[in-house]
């Protein structure tokens, strides 16, 4: 693997929105999903950047070109009875990949999470990413095999939030 040379790995900042919405979409299209890409850059920069930040995210640059983000917020562990902070994407353009660019990302937010006092660092994989199955876990991950994620959305999320 070689490393990137010129790589800046930093806190977004709010001119950075756009770059980061289209890192998304790369995202999306790499997983398949680009049809559930329904949100837009401004409501992005809002969450980012607004009067109630609910997300970070980290940016990877080499040459001045955005080319890789991580995106996250906490969570909280009652077990631990700690916060923790939940990866929600990790992505780099794959002209960039096995450059370090991911790691990097990643062991940014895992620096954070250590410096916030976090009892853990969680995020997702789709089933079928044996790629990113095998980087995670050369990094010391377990693939929690016994867990599923729950998810209501959309309409059945509007029922269930106006439930008499």
Not at 93 to 113: C, D, F, M, N, T
Request: some cysteine.
């Amino acid at each position: 693997m070689t490393t990137c040379s010129n790589l800046i790995v930093r806190f977004a900042e709010p001119t950075d929105y756009s770059a980061l919405f289209k890192l998304i979409q790369g995202l999306a299209e790499y997983e398949k999903l680009s049809h559930a890409v329904t949100g837009d850059a401004l409501a992005l920069k809002e969450h980012l950047f607004g009067s109630h930040k609910y997300i970070e995210a980290i940016l990877a640059e080499s040459t001045n070109q955005a080319v890789g983000f991580a995106l996250f917020f906490h969570n909280y562990s009652t077990f631990l009875t700690k916060p923790g902070i939940y990866l929600e994407d990790l992505f780099v353009l794959p002209e960039y990949r096995r450059q370090g660019i991911g790691k990097a990302l990643i062991s940014k937010v895992a620096q954070i999470a250590v410096e916030r006092d976090c009892g853990r660092l969680e995020w997702s994989v789709l089933d079928w990413n044996e790629p990113a199955k095998e980087f995670y876990r050369s990094m010391g991950a377990s693939i929690l095999d016994d867990w599923r994620i729950c998810r209501v959305t959309e309409d059945a999320l509007t029922q269930l939030g106006t439930v008499k």
